[in-house]
């Protein structure tokens, strides 16, 4: 999942490209959708940061469109110098771009309210959401979460893999989770968990098109 963003150069000089900003914040508003019709009333996570904001609006009743901006700059700001400019910014236009949506769609009511007894689909549905949604985005050169930055910070300090950091942070939020979450929804979640990072490695094997700032 990181693997475009550890070549990024910090100090070269950067060529942004507007179409791809526009995908940033398209996907990272898909993701916001499923976030909000699926995950928040299915009673089925996500870990990383996902997880994480919804464990909030439960304890705390602390919106995602709030928490989901702050964790995020809060990991940005710790990984910055291993991600490069350019992916600081089109993730800040998708951090922007989620929070917005967000707070958009609590204005009005899930559009499927049935999931929240159906927490099989609704693992599938928002793994889908999640993979698909994040897998474009970080196709863009960017991501909607401050996962990215995080896992490439534990990485860098425990001298770990990549991908044994991403699941170390999705497995601490899920046994967080499991202080408002029943141990069989538990059980779907990391089911979401598990196909929503296969799909982000699905996509971003699909061939991107290049852009004119990319030449």
Not at 64 to 86: D, R, T, V
Not at 179 to 187: D, E, F, G, N
């Amino acid at each position: 999942m990181t693997e475009s963003i550890t070549n990024k150069n910090s100090t070269a000089p950067m060529h942004l490209s507007l179409i791809r900003c526009i995908i940033a914040l398209l996907s990272s508003a898909l993701l916001a959708f499923g976030l909000y019709n699926v995950h928040s009333l299915s009673g089925v996570t996500e870990g990383g940061i996902l997880g994480l904001t919804l464990l909030l609006q439960h304890w705390f009743d602390i919106s995602p469109a709030i928490s989901g901006l702050i964790l995020n700059l809060i990991c940005y700001g710790i990984g910055w110098k291993l991600m490069g400019k350019e992916f600081m910014i089109y993730s800040l236009v998708s951090a922007a771009s989620f929070s917005v949506s967000y707070k958009i769609l609590e204005q009005f009511p899930p559009l499927w309210p049935q999931l929240a007894e159906m927490p099989l689909p609704a693992a599938i549905l928002g793994a889908a959401f999640v993979g698909i949604s994040v897998g474009i985005c970080v196709r863009a050169g960017g991501a909607p979460g401050g996962d990215d930055s995080l896992a490439m910070s534990l990485s860098k300090a425990a001298h770990i893999d990549i991908q044994w950091a991403y699941l170390i942070f999705d497995l601490i939020v899920l046994f967080l989770s499991l202080s408002y979450i029943p141990l069989q929804r538990i059980a779907y979640s990391l089911l979401t968990v598990v196909l929503s990072g296969q799909l982000v490695g699905i996509v971003q094997r699909i061939p991107f098109p290049k852009f004119p700032a990319d030449r």
